[in-house]
């Protein structure tokens, strides 16, 4: 029995082994294949982190260089446009801002010149350079030149033709009073009023060419068409009756004007350009004397009450020079211009003085001469625009007159006069060549028109 016994558990104990044994390397081959499936999850997984790591690295080094590329682009950038500045700023101190190219950029950088003046005309924004060697931008530069060539003149200059159309309105009322005062109450006599209204009409055509780099001359050749309407009260001896004629509507030549201007001093940082000017009148208009009047009504004692030219006068008639000076001075943004002129006319002798068809009175007439100064300020408000406000004011001395007859000069009471004017103007960048101008006037003395409107059109060719 216990030889049973011991049989059947060494039988039990010899399967067990036996299992075991047979297991064992199945076992140890799955356990192999595991741990090499886990290798080589562990490689790839290194083999993509590195991969990433490089991408990373050349990622962050082209956008360093990127970087630092943009940063060169934009200091050659400024560098560039700071020479292109200081040579178009010295070819506006020497007058001829269109002739200023890039290629002498380095030039005037290493000349030194100032920039404290307005830049000429560009096609976009432009960098002046301080004399202390600082850098700003400067937009305004075509819209400087346009301020220079009205208010002031342009030197060196290519050749410049200009058209324009001028409207000026007078309108005078005067009362006359023909009697005497009683009881220093009553009036016993005629009253009338006399009213002259006139609407001139000027076509202009004007030439202007930059001879050297301080010289500058001019010509402008007008067309004048004026319609005047004379209206007096109490005609016909009637106080409530009105007389009404109006003269005019053809379109007659003017006087002619020649100019030239001379750059005395360019400006610096602390002297403002200074420009000498002058300038002819030549006598091609319809003078003013011995124009024939027409006779509208007389009075019982065959005295002219009320009488009109036939025709309506178109210039002065006597030669006149003008010399003066002007000056102009950037203060930024702000542009300052000032002129002053003394105008002097010649004496001439006139077939016919009279403007009654029955009578020739000949002798010379002298207009005597003139002072004339104005003072403005513009601002450039960008590339293409700029708005200027001025005052100018015009003091005549009294006309002489000299008959044949008598061969003393005699002066003609009333003759002397005071105009006075505010401006407000603007100009407009058409385009690179043209420029379009405008001008309100606003007459502030009783000699002044009493408006007057101006548009030009300047084409540099």
Same mark, same amino acid.
């Given at each position: 029995?216990?030889?049973?016994?011991?049989?059947? /558990?060494?039988?039990?104990?010899?399967?067990?082994?036996? #299992?075991?044994?047979?297991?064992? *390397?199945?076992?140890?081959?799955?356990?192999?294949?595991?741990?090499?499936?886990?290798?080589?999850?562990?490689?790839?997984?290194? +083999?993509?982190?590195?991969?990433?790591?490089?991408?990373?690295?050349?990622?962050?080094?082209?956008?360093?260089?990127?970087?630092?590329?943009?940063?060169?682009?934009?200091?050659?950038?400024?560098?560039?446009?700071?020479?292109?500045?200081?040579?178009?700023?010295?070819?506006?101190?020497?007058?001829?801002?269109?002739? @200023?190219?890039?290629?002498?950029?380095?030039?005037?950088?290493?000349?030194?010149?100032?920039?404290?003046?307005?830049? *000429?005309? /560009?096609?976009?924004?432009?960098?002046?350079?301080?004399?202390?060697?600082?850098?700003?931008?400067?937009?305004?530069?075509?819209?400087?030149?346009?301020?220079?060539?009205?208010?002031?003149?342009?030197?060196?200059? $290519?050749?410049?033709?200009?058209?324009?159309?001028?409207? @000026?309105?007078?309108?005078?009322?005067?009362?006359?009073?023909?009697?005497?005062?009683?009881?220093?109450?009553?009036?016993?006599?005629?009253?009338?009023?006399?009213?002259?209204?006139?609407?001139?009409?000027?076509?202009?055509?004007?030439?202007?060419?930059? #001879?050297?780099?301080?010289?500058?001359?001019?010509?402008?050749?007008?067309?004048?068409?004026?319609?005047?309407?004379?209206?007096?009260?109490? +005609?016909?001896?009637?106080? +409530?009756?009105?007389?009404?004629?109006?003269?005019?509507?053809?379109?007659?030549?003017?006087?002619?004007?020649?100019?030239?201007?001379?750059?005395?001093? $360019?400006?610096?940082?602390?002297?403002?350009?200074?420009?000498?000017?002058?300038?002819?009148?030549?006598?091609?208009?319809?003078? $003013?004397?011995?124009?024939?009047?027409?006779?509208?009504?007389?009075?019982?004692?065959?005295?002219?009450?009320?009488?009109?030219?036939?025709?309506?006068?178109?210039?002065?008639?006597?030669?006149? #020079?003008?010399?003066? @000076?002007?000056?102009?001075?950037?203060?930024?943004?702000?542009?300052?211009?000032?002129?002053?002129?003394?105008?002097?006319?010649? /004496?001439?002798?006139?077939?016919?003085?009279?403007?009654? /068809?029955?009578?020739?009175?000949?002798?010379?007439?002298?207009?005597?001469?003139?002072?004339?100064?104005?003072?403005?300020?513009?601002?450039?408000?960008?590339?293409?625009?700029?708005?200027?406000?001025?005052?100018?004011?015009?003091?005549?001395?009294?006309?002489?007159?000299?008959?044949?007859?008598?061969?003393?000069?005699?002066?003609?009471?009333?003759?002397?006069?005071? @105009?006075?004017?505010?401006? #407000?103007?603007?100009?407009?960048?058409?385009?690179?060549?043209?420029?379009?101008?405008?001008?309100?006037?606003?007459?502030?003395?009783?000699?002044? $028109?009493?408006?007057?409107?101006?548009?030009?059109?300047?084409?540099?060719?």
């Amino acid at each position: 029995m216990m030889m049973m016994r011991k049989l059947n /558990s060494g039988a039990l104990l010899a399967l067990v082994a036996a #299992i075991l044994a047979a297991s064992a *390397p199945a076992s140890a081959q799955q356990t192999q294949q595991a741990g090499g499936a886990a290798t080589e999850n562990t490689q790839d997984m290194q +083999a993509i982190t590195r991969e990433m790591q490089t991408l990373k690295s050349r990622y962050a080094d082209e956008v360093r260089k990127l970087r630092e590329l943009e940063i060169r682009l934009q200091a050659l950038t400024a560098r560039v446009q700071a020479q292109e500045g200081v040579a178009r700023v010295q070819a506006i101190q020497r007058g001829g801002g269109a002739s @200023a190219q890039g290629g002498k950029a380095t030039t005037a950088l290493a000349a030194g010149v100032n920039t404290q003046s307005a830049t *000429p005309r /560009s096609g976009g924004g432009e960098a002046l350079v301080s004399s202390e060697g600082s850098t700003r931008q400067e937009p305004t530069s075509r819209s400087v030149e346009d301020v220079l060539q009205q208010q002031h003149v342009l030197f060196n200059q $290519p050749l410049t033709l200009e058209i324009g159309l001028n409207y @000026a309105r007078y309108d005078r009322k005067q009362l006359t009073l023909n009697g005497f005062l009683a009881l220093d109450a009553i009036f016993l006599g005629s009253i009338a009023v006399e009213d002259v209204a006139s609407d001139t009409f000027t076509y202009t055509f004007a030439a202007r060419k930059g #001879i050297t780099r301080d010289l500058s001359a001019s010509i402008e050749v007008p067309l004048v068409q004026r319609w005047t309407t004379y209206q007096k009260g109490g +005609a016909g001896g009637s106080a +409530a009756a009105v007389a009404e004629a109006s003269v005019g509507g053809d379109v007659v030549v003017g006087d002619v004007t020649a100019g030239a201007s001379y750059r005395l001093f $360019p400006e610096t940082p602390t002297r403002p350009e200074i420009a000498l000017y002058t300038s002819v009148g030549i006598p091609t208009g319809q003078a $003013p004397y011995g124009i024939p009047w027409n006779v509208l009504e007389r009075g019982n004692d065959n005295f002219i009450q009320f009488a009109v030219p036939t025709k309506q006068p178109s210039g002065q008639g006597v030669w006149s #020079i003008n010399l003066g @000076a002007s000056m102009l001075k950037t203060l930024d943004p702000a542009i300052l211009f000032a002129n002053a002129g003394v105008t002097h006319t010649f /004496s001439k002798h006139f077939a016919d003085l009279d403007n009654s /068809s029955n009578t020739i009175s000949p002798g010379s007439v002298d207009l005597g001469n003139a002072f004339n100064y104005g003072v403005g300020v513009a601002f450039a408000l960008n590339e293409r625009m700029s708005l200027s406000m001025s005052f100018s004011e015009r003091l005549n001395g009294s006309a002489r007159i000299r008959p044949d007859a008598t061969g003393v000069w005699e002066k003609i009471i009333g003759s002397d006069g005071n @105009a006075a004017t505010l401006g #407000i103007g603007m100009t407009y960048a058409l385009s690179e060549r043209m420029t379009f101008v405008g001008n309100l006037g606003i007459g502030l003395t009783p000699d002044a $028109p009493d408006f007057s409107i101006t548009a030009k059109l300047p084409f540099t060719l």
